[in-house]
Nanobody, 117 residues
Framework: QVQLVESGGGLVQPGGCLRL?????????????MSWYRQAPRKARELVAT???????NYADSVKGRFTISRGNTKDLVNLQMNSLKPEDTAVYYC???????????WGQGTQVTVSS
């Protein structure tokens, strides 16, 4: 069973930056899309950014111009570069991969991002 593992979270001051990475324990041969979601305390999980199999990207309005999603190198599946971080970006960030066959969707365990002075 493929597992996704996120890394790169941590504590950063407002205005700072972090780079999240998502790696898979096994090779995933066919990917429809890769996304980053986040969930803040007492809030629903929300979509942050998506990159499709052909490289099209989409972002939540709240992160446009500050976050960049990209495909990883041979080790990482997908990365999320987060700049100009704000306290409201504080959340657990999850990696998600959509595939055309069962189980259709993989999730990571999440990595905590805290933006605070």
């Amino acid at each position: 069973q493929v597992q996704l593992v996120e890394s790169g979270g941590g504590l950063v001051q407002p205005g700072g930056c972090l780079r999240l990475s998502c790696d898979a324990t096994e090779t995933i041969f066919s990917i429809n899309a890769m996304s980053w979601y986040r969930q803040a305390p007492r809030k629903a999980r929300e979509l942050v950014a998506t990159i499709t199999g052909i490289g099209t990207t989409n972002y939540a309005d709240s992160v446009k111009g500050r976050f960049t999603i990209s495909r990883g190198n041979t080790k990482d599946l997908v990365n999320l570069q987060m700049n100009s971080l704000k306290p409201e970006d504080t959340a657990v960030y999850y990696c998600n991969v959509l595939v055309p066959v069962s189980p259709r969707s993989y999730w990571g365990q999440g990595t905590q991002v805290t933006v605070s002075s």
